[in-house]
């Protein structure tokens, strides 16, 4: 079993960053690739990072291309989420998730992954 525990969430203003961590615990932390979601109010979960289990292959939606970074540390058994040039809309609960199978193509599905944290609150203010 896989236990992952995010932290580094928190208040921030509009322009600011934030950086997530997501501590794993359990199974071998390489042989799985890992993404971060976000749920907000209302919302359904959205993809938001994913990277493979080497590190060496990412993946964002547009919506955060060019201002989040995923990373990882093997060694650490952590992955991160640096967050630039935070937006209000980026409000919401961030969730990391680890996904033992498949490829980059189920990367941005939710039901595609295997384990879940339960997640840290991020707020931007305007």
């Known amino acids: 079993q896989v236990q992952l525990v995010e932290s580094g969430g928190g208040l921030v203003q509009a322009g600011g960053s934030l950086r997530l961590s997501c501590a794993a615990s359990?199974?071998?932390?390489?042989?799985?690739?890992m993404g971060w979601f976000r749920q907000a109010p209302g919302k359904e979960r959205e993809f938001v990072a994913a990277i493979s289990r080497s590190g060496i292959i990412t993946y964002y939606p547009d919506s955060v291309k060019g201002r989040f970074t995923i990373s990882r540390d093997n060694a650490k058994n952590t992955v991160y989420l640096q967050m630039n040039s935070l937006k209000p809309e980026d409000t919401a609960v961030y969730h990391c998730a680890g996904i033992l199978s498949g490829g980059s193509s189920y990367w941005t599905h939710p039901q595609n992954y295997d384990y879940w944290g339960q997640g840290t609150q991020v707020t931007v203010s305007s």
């Open positions: 359990g199974r071998t932390f390489s042989s799985y690739a």
